[in-house]
Nanobody, 122 residues
Framework: QVQLVESGGGLVQPGGSLRLSCAGS????????MGWYRQAPGKQRELVAA???????DYADSVKGRFTISRDNAKNTLYLQMNSLKPEDTAVYYC????????????????WGQGTQVTVSS
């Protein structure tokens, strides 16, 4: 059974940084495309960043240049380094596995974790 556990969220001021982690069991992150999604109140869940098996990355336009997705295969952990945070980054952040790309759209076919809340506010 695949389980993903996100952590690292919190309250941060605009311009600040956070690093999110996603620890997994029942799956080897190195064998699948992984991604971070977020869902703000009243909005649909959206892809933030994707990382393929060969290390290629893809980012939402709104986070390019500010967020970095990475993976530690030895720890089977996915990370999202978030810098220059803005109030509009406020959301619950989720990781997922088994991402597949269809044109410009990434779909996730893995299990969702409980998410971690990120709040950017002064």
């Amino acid at each position: 059974q695949v389980q993903l556990v996100e952590s690292g969220g919190g309250l941060v001021q605009p311009g600040g940084s956070l690093r999110l982690s996603c620890a997994g069991s029942g799956i080897r992150f190195s064998t699948t495309a992984m991604g971070w999604y977020r869902q703000a109140p009243g909005k649909q869940r959206e892809l933030v960043a994707a990382l393929t098996r060969d290390g290629s990355t893809d980012y939402a336009d709104s986070v390019k240049g500010r967020f970095t997705i990475s993976r530690d295969n030895a720890k089977n952990t996915l990370y999202l380094q978030m810098n220059s945070l803005k109030p509009e980054d406020t959301a619950v952040y989720y990781c997922n596995s088994n991402l597949r790309r269809y044109g410009s759209t990434w779909l996730a076919f893995g299990s969702w974790g409980q998410g971690t809340q990120v709040t950017v506010s002064s």
